[in-house]
């Protein structure tokens, strides 16, 4: 979930289909609050959110079989950029 906030979407998607999912966020407070939230969900073991930049994701190549961004590419300054990490990872 790129671009998660404190990962309503990440949940519904792993609650829906009982995938794991992971989310990165430029806010730590919304990655903390997401991985609370989570927790108190019963789903930490399924679901993490981090801080890392959306441009320059940390994952290697091809690390996930969804890529799932709700209401966050509208916000990129270089959206070329944002679509071929979206594609990359």
């Known amino acids: ?4 906030g404190i990962g309503g979407s990440t949940r519904h998607l792993a609650r829906e289909f009982g995938c794991e999912g992971r989310g990165i966020t430029l806010s730590p407070y919304q990655a903390r609050r997401a ?3 989570s927790a108190q969900a019963g789903m930490a073991d399924r679901l993490s959110f981090q801080v890392a ?3 320059d994701m940390p994952f290697e190549d091809e690390s996930f079989d969804l890529v799932w961004s709700l209401e966050s590419g509208e916000h990129m300054p270089d959206k070329a950029q944002f679509v071929s990490e979206l594609c990359r990872v």
Do not use: H, P, T
């Open 1 to 4: 979930d790129v671009g998660c």
């Open 35 to 37: 991985n609370e939230i």
């Open 53 to 55: 930049d959306a441009l």
